[in-house]
């Protein structure tokens, strides 16, 4: 049997989708016939992708969004859903990392990492997962055909990294938060998986892969090299897919064997 997905009606909310990983998965989406919702604080940045995704034919809508501000994701999502139609996939990518050894960490630095990559990252799939609970039970307009929450969390979330205590913990804390979301929220049709990357090439890190101890550490991977932003796709596509029902709560690694 012959698979295609077609995420042609549904509405895609993309966090942290000015750059990087956020910006490939909205493209993805995009290209799979999903109507996508680019949210990050960079304006500027998501209309330069909104173009980008227009001109090859995709439809998209920018939204502000500060994900350590709740008033400003009930704000988002209410107005990606004004706009767009109710939302049937979430992308919950934005994140912040800290490279520090642990006794140097601060309370502000502890805090800006869990304010963003836990916090934030839950109150958004709350707000959206309260809209996609509603309509199952009928209480809020739109039809209900099952929704999908994806996670970004990271190798680090499995396997701790030096200096990278604070951001290890958060993406640990993001892989238990996708299971007990998929627990309580599955039997409203709504699938919750976490994706946990490998090093992936991004304009936030391609000047470290040019570096001695960039090289390095490409050097010590398995198969001595960098992953790219589209090596996700595929994946990404599976969890969002209408043919992904049977998959919830799961935790999938794709780091090129990274975490071996």
């Not at 836990?118 to 509603?134: S, T, W, Y």
């Not at 991004?202 to 090596?231: F, L």
Request: net charge neutral.
């Amino acid at each position: 049997m012959a698979y295609d997905i077609d995420l042609s009606g549904r509405v895609a909310f993309v966090t942290g989708a000015s750059s990087g990983l956020g910006a490939q998965f909205a493209r993805v989406l995009a290209r799979a016939g999903a109507g996508v919702v680019l949210a990050a604080r960079r304006l500027e940045r998501l209309k330069a992708l909104r173009a980008e995704i227009e001109a090859d034919g995709g439809d998209a809508h920018v939204v502000g969004l500060d994900v350590d501000d709740p008033t400003s994701i009930r704000a988002a999502v209410a107005h990606a859903e004004t706009e767009m139609g109710a939302i049937d996939i979430l992308v919950n990518n934005s994140g912040v990392g800290s490279t520090q050894r642990l006794v140097d960490v601060t309370p502000e630095d502890y805090d800006r990492v869990m304010q963003t990559n836990v916090r934030g990252a839950f109150f958004v799939a709350q707000e959206v997962a309260k809209r996609m609970i509603a309509r199952s039970k009928g209480e809020a307009p739109g039809t209900f055909t099952g929704g999908r929450i994806v996670n970004i969390a990271s190798i680090a979330a499995l396997r701790v990294s030096p200096q990278l205590g604070v951001y290890c913990m958060s993406k640990a804390a993001v892989v238990q938060m996708s299971k007990a979301m998929a627990l309580e929220w599955g039997r409203f049709g709504i699938n919750v998986n976490a994706i946990c990357p490998g090093y992936i090439d991004t304009e936030i890190n391609h000047h470290v892969w040019q570096t001695d101890a960039g090289q390095k550490m490409v050097q010590a991977m398995p198969r001595k090299r960098v992953g790219k932003p589209e090596d996700l796709d595929l994946l990404l596509l599976m969890l969002c897919a209408n043919q992904s029902h049977f998959i919830n709560g799961a935790t999938i690694s794709a780091d090129d064997g990274q975490g071996i």
